[in-house]
């Protein structure tokens, strides 16, 4: 009997190691195995057996990956002692690879964290460059078994392409299965005629060799699912699909062999041309969609530009180009790579590698795309074009997602028993018909495991979810992920923000109250208001009609939900609530106070001009809980009474901290909520709510802690997109009736042995682009219904 290794499951050949009463293949995998039992981690092997990989004995070294130049490229981000990269990992296959390299940190201590994107098949690990070597991680990955590969191509972040061996696969049975049908055609015909009786050897022999490279090369990838699938005791869909394979060629061998019959060599090759034909196509569909995603849906976020006259303008992030000037203020995420020209960088970037530390910048430091600004506002150069697909990975990091099951995990499961299902009721077809018609009997299974797929069941809820992300993002409305679309839909609960969220930032009333304000105070005051991202300072800053110089900021201290405070040209000034100046708020009215050197200079009085519209949007809104919080006092609450009519409460004076407390109690509740607030001076509500919606009007309000960002605008019309979100679960719920339905028809044909293998082999991937075509069709015209022209 053949042994087999206990880490990684292959048979012993060269040597026989016996270390802890285990069998190990070479000292690789002992070493591995030690490894993870010195760390504890020996639950590898409980959640997959024999799911290690065999280390790389002749590991190549990778020492040139420490050359400055090299690591620059390689890295995705390299500040203080913390660098960050993503490798690429092929011979990732299962949860145990998973779970292991997300373990990482326990095992070397100069890891800091490590997250597996297993689609992709990528690592991406933050580690601390002083303690541990780019080169020297390479390594010990290499030495778990797990060889990172390394290439231009990588360095570059290129987009992953079709996987061209697909296509070769493709082409071979295509090649095979037209041939395979000519040469058998005059046996299709019949009849006693003397060549045909004299050949008909030659050409099975023919249809035999040209099914070989099909049935070894074309098919290798199901078999290689199928095993890996067995071999981490799951049984996926693949595993019938090879059981099918296997009985037409072999029944197609013993016919030949036997002169019994020609086989069914040129209905196997038109199989797998068929199958192959469907992966293609599903392939493809999910790289588009993935491409989309990742590069043409820009968010709308809006950065300030900086001319070198000192001229402000609001440009979109899309339209951002290298050596372009940017203004970024406190508590902004910097969205590009970017050399510091003025101000003093206090750059916090737990964004990206996961732990809250400030790294001070001067002038001339370079500043990594996704940090954020804590202190007076810096003025930047952009040496690097957007990457849009960064961000997006910065949005859906680890840290920043909310664990909710969904349809995905419903058609997992799903999947999982279809295809013991199938199994059974294949083997009891099988018996049935072995003792009506023998000859009957192997097409009736294989045209079970070939025409029964959950395929078109897997992927109704991406398609369907992955067209609605675009239909949405095209009419300004960008959601995280799948999930949010379907945690939107089951919202029940509505909580708005009132300043910049039901209000305009820029359509204000302002007037002033106090002492006369000189010129130089006023210089001072818009520059520490630039400073700001509230809605209340952007919208004075703009009121403020005096020349925009701009001088250095010291010592800027913001206390949120209060007020600001710092020194420009020798000069303290407070700007915020009432309290924060020390003075008494004696009407009820939204102002922002300053004070200079201590002493109350004067206020500001806002009168807030709210979106139009708004009354019927919450009329629509009648069947949500709707709730208003805001930061100002109760001064508005009756205009806010007439325009929502059907409120449920209303909380004024409340500081961030007051509105994660009141989302909390909404849930304790049972409610389904979701926020719409300020991407930066809500976060931690935005991230406590169910659905968290940051609201974009021209300024960067990017956090990884929203769900969706929405333009400003769109705010009116907001009812749309909750009903877009509802119908694609309707429609999703309806792609899986018809994949039951054909899957159900289509196995009531093959079982009473009125389905030829071949005609299962058609129909199996012409199911998967009904699903595709009828998710394409209704979610345009889910599209259209509610967007017009834009869907």
Excluded at 231 to 244: A, R, Y
Excluded at 275 to 284: A, D, I, V
Excluded at 423 to 435: D, K, P, Q, R
Excluded at 635 to 641: C, F
Aim: hydrophobic share 40%; net charge neutral; with cysteine.
């Amino acid at each position: 009997m053949s042994e087999n290794c206990f880490h990684c499951g292959q048979g012993i050949e060269k040597e026989r190691i016996l270390f802890d009463e285990k069998i190990f293949c070479c000292n690789g995998c002992k070493s591995v195995y030690e490894i993870l039992n010195t760390n504890n981690l020996s639950n590898f092997y409980e959640l997959n057996k024999r799911a290690g990989i065999r280390p790389d004995e002749n590991s190549s070294q990778f020492d040139y990956l420490d050359t400055p130049e090299i690591f620059e490229k390689v890295t995705d981000f390299s500040e203080g002692n913390t660098s960050l990269v993503t490798f690429k990992i092929p011979v990732i296959h299962c949860s145990s690879c998973i779970w292991l390299l997300e373990s990482l940190h326990t095992l070397n201590d100069g890891i800091k964290y490590s997250q597996v994107n297993f689609t992709r098949k990528t690592l991406q690990v933050s580690f601390n460059h002083n303690d541990l070597k780019l080169s020297e991680l390479a390594k010990f990955l290499t030495n778990l078994g797990y060889k990172p590969v390394i290439s231009l191509e990588t360095a570059e972040k290129n987009v992953d392409h079709l996987d061209k061996s697909l296509l070769v696969k493709l082409a071979i049975a295509g090649f095979a299965f037209g041939n395979g049908m000519f040469l058998a055609f005059p046996e299709y015909i019949g009849g006693e005629d003397y060549w045909m009786q004299h050949y008909k050897g030659l050409f099975r022999t023919l249809m035999f060799l040209l099914a070989i490279p099909v049935v070894f090369y074309s098919a290798s990838d199901y078999y290689k699912s199928a095993w890996y699938g067995l071999k981490n005791k799951i049984v996926n869909i693949d595993v019938p699909i090879v059981l099918g394979i296997f009985v037409l060629f072999g029944r197609s061998i013993y016919e030949v062999a036997t002169d019994y019959g020609p086989g069914y060599f040129d209905t196997l090759c038109g199989l797998l041309f068929f199958m192959l034909l469907g992966k293609t196509f599903q392939k493809r569909t999910y790289s588009a969609l993935s491409y989309d995603r990742d590069y043409k849906s820009f968010y709308p976020i809006a950065v300030t530009k900086v001319d070198f006259d000192g001229k402000q303008d609001n440009i979109l992030l899309s339209e951002v180009k290298v050596g372009d000037r940017i203004l970024v203020r406190n508590q902004e995420i910097i969205p590009v790579d970017a050399i510091l020209i003025n101000g003093e960088g206090n750059i916090d970037n737990s964004f990206i590698t996961g732990e809250s530390e400030s790294i001070s910048k001067q002038p001339g430091d370079k500043i990594f795309a996704g940090g954020k600004q804590i202190g007076s506002s810096l003025e930047l150069e952009v040496i690097k074009n957007v990457d849009q697909s960064y961000l997006t990975q910065l949005w859906n990091k680890e840290a920043f997602k909310k664990y909710e099951t969904g349809l995905d995990t419903l058609t997992n499961n799903i999947s999982k028993y279809f295809t013991f299902i199938i199994l059974g009721i294949a083997l009891i077809s099988g018996i049935y018909w072995s003792f009506i018609d023998l000859e009957k009997m192997f097409q009736v299974v294989s045209a079970i495991l070939i025409i029964a797929c959950p395929c078109a069941l897997a992927l109704s809820a991406p398609f369907t979810f992955g067209h609605i992300m675009r239909i949405l993002g095209r009419n300004k409305f960008y959601v995280k992920d799948t999930l949010t679309i379907e945690k939107i839909a089951k919202i029940d609960t509505l909580v708005f923000d009132k300043t910049g969220t039901i209000t305009h930032r820029k359509k204000t009333n302002i007037k002033y109250e106090g002492s006369t304000i000189s010129e130089f105070d006023s210089l001072n005051i818009k520059t520490l208001l630039k400073n700001s991202n509230h809605p209340l300072s952007k919208s004075l800053y703009e009121f403020i009609d005096i020349n925009d110089d701009y001088f250095p900021v010291d010592n800027f201290v913001e206390t949120s939900g209060k007020g600001y405070e710092a020194t420009v040209r020798g000069a303290h000034y407070k700007i915020g609530s009432a309290k924060y100046n020390n003075q008494e708020s004696k009407n009820l009215e939204t102002a922002v106070y300053i004070s200079k050197n201590n002493e109350f200079l004067g206020k500001f009085i806002f009168k807030n001009e709210y979106r139009s519209r708004l009354k019927d949007l919450f009329k629509t809104l009648n069947h949500y809980k709707i709730f208003i919080l805001s930061g100002d006092n109760s001064s508005e609450e009756n205009q806010l009474k007439e325009i929502v009519p059907n409120y449920q409460a209303m909380a004024f004076n409340q500081s961030p901290e007051d509105k994660l407390n009141y989302i909390k109690q909404l849930q304790d509740k049972n409610y389904k909520v979701a926020m719409l607030g300020d991407g930066l001076n809500d976060a931690g509500a935005l991230k406590q709510s169910n659905v968290g919606i940051a609201i974009a009007d021209d300024t960067n309000t990017f956090t990884p802690s929203s769900d969706v960002i929405m333009n400003g605008d769109k705010v009116v019309t907001l009812d749309r997109y909750l009903n877009v979100c509802k119908g694609s679960i309707t429609i999703v719920k309806m792609t899986f009736i018809i994949s039951f339905l054909y899957n159900i028809v289509g196995l009531s044909y093959a079982v009473t042995g009125h389905m030829h293998p071949l005609f299962a082999a058609i129909i199996m991937p012409i199911s998967s682009i009904t699903v595709v075509a009828f998710t394409t069709i209704s979610t345009w015209i889910l599209g259209r219904k509610y967007f017009t022209k834009e869907a």
